[in-house]
């Protein structure tokens, strides 16, 4: 069964970082591309930063390009989305996925095979 359990999130003021983590289970994690979406009320999910299994190709959302950074550690099974320059607008709950097939689709769309539950991220003004 594929487990995804994110964390990491919190309370933060704008110019502020954080670092999530999402640690995977149930699945051959270095085979699978992982993102990172979020969602606030009333908008849709939508993809902030994905990256392939194959080679570490990355896409970031234009909003997040210079400010977030995603990393995976294939040994522990976790992905990474380090958060700096934080603004209110990022405030959200973010959510990691993964998709046995790549492309820039996955973050765009958005679209996953599989999700976790998410992890709060506030950005105070």
């Known amino acids: 069964e594929v487990q995804l359990v994110e964390s990491g999130g919190g309370l933060v003021q704008a110019g502020g970082s954080l670092r999530l983590s999402c640690a995977a289970s149930?699945?051959?994690?270095?085979?699978?591309?992982i993102g990172w979406f979020r969602q606030s009320p009333g908008k849709e999910r939508e993809g902030v930063s994905c990256?392939?299994?194959?080679?570490?190709?990355?896409y970031y959302a234009d909003s997040v390009k210079g400010r977030f950074t995603i990393s995976r550690d294939n040994a522990k099974n976790t992905v990474y989305l380090q958060m700096n320059g934080l603004k209110p607008e990022d405030t959200a709950v973010y959510y990691c996925?993964?998709?046995?097939?790549?492309?820039?689709?996955?973050?765009?769309?958005?679209?996953?095979?599989?999700w976790g539950q998410g992890t709060q991220v506030t950005v105070s003004s």
């Open positions: 149930g699945f051959t994690f270095d085979v699978y591309a």
């Open positions: 990256i392939s299994a194959s080679d570490g190709t990355t």
């Open positions: 996925g993964v998709r046995r097939r790549w492309g820039a689709t996955m973050c765009r769309a958005p679209r996953a095979d599989s």
